[in-house]
């Protein structure tokens, strides 16, 4: 299925469109009434009939597609030292009574380091 484009901008999905003047148009070109408990169906800038809902235009990929990116990421670049060193750490802190709580701020530099 072909997306469907704004008429006055190229670059926006379609998220309306009229069928009498056959005209889609995106969020930026239709202006939504809104009051509390009301519903305003928007309207054809053009000729002021009601406009039928497309969807919102974000189609999103299938899981199978992006899983290899998701699970190979913290391996790729600055995420390598991370887990080299939040391993070594994890092995070194045996157990005992501080163990959960470096564990956790472990977790955490993983977290911000690796991922973000």
Request: proline letters at 8%; aromatic letters at 12%; charged letters at 5%.
């Given at each position: 299925m072909?997306?469907?484009?704004?008429d006055y901008h190229s670059a926006a999905p379609a998220t309306w469109e009229c069928e009498d003047c056959s005209k889609s148009y995106?969020?930026?070109?239709?202006?939504l009434r809104e009051e509390p408990g009301k519903y305003y169906p928007p309207r054809c800038p053009l000729c002021e009939k009601e406009l039928e809902f497309l969807?919102?235009?974000?189609?999103?990929k299938?899981?199978?597609?992006?899983?290899?990116?998701?699970?190979?990421?913290?391996?790729?670049?600055?995420?390598?030292?991370?887990?080299?060193?939040?391993?070594?750490?994890?092995?070194?802190?045996?157990?005992g009574l501080f163990t959960l709580?470096?564990?956790?701020?472990?977790?955490?530099l993983i977290i911000r380091y690796a991922f973000g």
């Open positions: 072909a997306k469907t484009l704004c995106c969020g930026k070109c239709v202006v969807g919102t235009g974000q189609h999103a299938p899981f199978w597609t992006v899983a290899p990116m998701l699970f190979t990421y913290p391996f790729r670049g600055s995420g390598i030292p991370m887990l080299a060193v939040a391993g070594g750490l994890g092995y070194l802190s045996g157990t709580p470096l564990l956790f701020l472990l977790l955490a």
